[in-house]
């Protein structure tokens, strides 16, 4: 089990950005990652996800405004996010995932609050 810790999040006005980051305790190279999110009364939902190639996958109500990257150097995921509205408001999380349904598949960390608010 490798460990995750986020980070990034906080309080922002709808239209603004912010650029969370992910810190895995292991090596990231050959898997895929995703970021997922939460809000109060609601599953935990995949909101984008990048293969240990490169390539991208977003939920469609993030598509256009959330970019998702990756520095293997670093052990680190980036989600940024930018054109926030409020219903992007919610504690996100990322996961190693299985590539392709994209399940996660390592235990949680603590999450970053994200609340978009004027």
């Known amino acids: 089990q490798v460990q995750l810790v986020e980070s990034g999040g906080g309080l922002v006005e709808p239209g603004g950005s912010l650029r969370l980051s992910c810190v895995v305790s292991?090596?990231?190279?050959?898997?895929?990652m995703g970021w997922f999110r939460q809000a109060p009364g609601r599953q935990r939902d995949l909101v984008a996800a990048i293969t240990s190639g490169g390539s991208t996958n977003y939920a469609d109500s993030v598509k256009g405004r959330f970019t998702i990257s990756r520095d293997n150097a670093k052990n680190t995921v980036y989600l940024q996010m930018n054109s926030l509205k409020p219903e992007d408001t919610a504690v996100y999380y990322c996961n190693v995932v299985v590539s392709g349904a994209y399940l996660p598949v390592s235990a949680w960390g603590q999450g970053t609050q994200v609340t978009v608010s004027s």
């Open positions: 292991g090596n990231i190279l050959r898997v895929a």
